[in-house]
């Protein structure tokens, strides 16, 4: 199979099918990465943006790394940098206006909608270098060399700041309460 780098040096060598096939082999990775970090609706906006900039950026890829995918991800950080400097506060928050009168959606609410609300606010609390890291490890599963490289850091220092990120959340109270329900509900079983 092709590497990334040969796909990228092929489409700056005037191939235009080389740049598709990358946008093929990650749309579906970068696409989520974005989805989770902005909803679905303005992450469609912004992976086409991340593939322009991405594009008229190839010159600059470093073709020693085979795997284009660390680089992407940091085009597409740059791109979520730039959009969120461009909103207006009031613009990040979710409008709940549109919720029908008289409809409580809270009772619908299930416990993994609580799980996911203790974790966010976990994440939060980490510092933003820290949480990017772990992000990028856990959720976009990236090495941590490769989260280094989308964050511009030393490799040393990317796993200094997960091990920072994961001895804050297995610290954090609520977290710890969540892992202790959980393991209880595992020797019950």
Request: aromatic share 6%; net charge negative.
């Amino acid at each position: 199979m092709t590497s990334d780098a040969e796909l990228i040096g092929r489409s700056l060598d005037g191939e235009r099918e080389a740049f598709a096939e990358v946008i093929r082999r990650h749309e579906g990775a970068l696409g989520a990465y974005l989805a989770r970090r902005v909803g679905r609706e303005a992450a469609e906006d912004l992976l086409g943006e991340v593939w322009v900039a991405a594009f008229e950026s190839r010159g600059t890829y470093d073709q020693a790394y085979a795997e284009a995918r660390p680089w992407l991800y940091g085009v597409a950080l740059n791109t979520l940098r730039r959009y969120w400097r461009s909103r207006p506060a009031e613009d990040l928050v979710p409008d709940l206006t549109g919720l029908a009168n008289g409809w409580d959606p809270w009772s619908a609410v299930v416990s993994r909608v609580d799980v996911q609300a203790v974790l966010r606010a976990a994440l939060a609390e980490l510092k933003p270098e820290e949480r990017e890291v772990l992000t990028l490890v856990a959720w976009e599963d990236l090495t941590v060399a490769d989260a280094a490289r989308v964050l511009d850091l030393p490799a040393g220092t990317a796993r200094r700041l997960l091990h920072q990120a994961r001895k804050a959340l297995r610290n954090a109270p609520e977290v710890a309460a969540l892992l202790t329900e959980v393991n209880t509900v595992k020797e019950s079983l």
